[in-house]
Antibody
């Protein structure tokens, strides 16, 4: 079955960077895209962006432009999300999710989530 | 940015009763609307896409309706495992989510 397994929890200081991985299995990785969604503690869901696993095309949420980079490694069916210049309000659970071959789609399935804590 | 507004924020329902959740878009999203269920400590799970198509493995008691700016998720007879937070999401433009409706036991 389709499964996305994310890397473990991270604790970072303000100004640092974090890179979260998302390993896919159970489907042809390059046939779909991967979206990233985050959820601050006790809050709702926020779309961060999308990457095509086929050609690496990306679309990022405007508020994160310049701080976020999404990449893929097709040899290992793994997607990565790097967020730089971390602030306390970046503390959240970060999810990857399989998406259609377009950023305009639904998300299914989701990874288990990665908690990123930004604290001095 | 398309703003999604869900109502009510909290819905208190007894097991076996019907639950009706609403989602409104700030502009038309056609039928490009999905619903998700999220339980504490878990990732969201896709329930509905295309406003009314149930995802694989989703029980028939979940149904979605609407188009344009007004959408509804109906749970026909609430089971104990259905108490959770529900989010709508539009994908007609860059994706955006509603703030969620918590369905709690009355």
């Amino acid at each position: 079955q389709v499964q996305l397994v994310q890397s473990g929890a991270e604790v970072k200081k303000p100004g640092a960077s974090v890179k979260v991985s998302c390993k896919a299995s159970g489907y042809t990785f390059t046939s779909y895209g991967i979206s990233w969604v985050r959820q601050a503690p006790g809050q709702g869901l926020e779309w961060m962006g999308w990457i095509s696993a086929y050609n690496g095309n990306t679309n990022y949420a405007q508020k994160l432009q310049g701080r976020v980079t999404m990449t893929t490694d097709t040899s290992t069916s793994t997607a990565y999300m790097e967020l730089r210049s971390l602030r306390s309000d970046d503390t959240a659970v970060y999810y990857c999710a399989e998406t259609l071959s377009s950023p305009l789609g639904w998300f299914d399935p989701w990874g288990q989530g990665t908690l990123v804590t930004v604290s001095s | 940015e398309i703003v999604m507004t869900q109502s009510p924020a909290t819905l208190s329902v007894s097991p076996g009763e019907r639950a009706t959740l609403s989602c409104r878009a700030s502009q038309s999203v056609s039928s490009n609307l999905a619903w998700y269920q999220q339980k504490p400590g878990q990732a969201p799970r896709l329930l509905i896409y295309g406003a009314s198509t149930r995802a694989t493995g989703i029980p028939a008691r979940f149904s979605g309706s609407g188009s344009g700016t007004e959408f509804t998720l109906t749970i026909s007879s609430l089971q104990s495992e259905d108490f959770a937070v529900y989010y709508c999401q539009q994908y007609n433009n860059w994706p955006s989510f509603g703030q969620g409706t918590k369905v709690e036991i009355k």
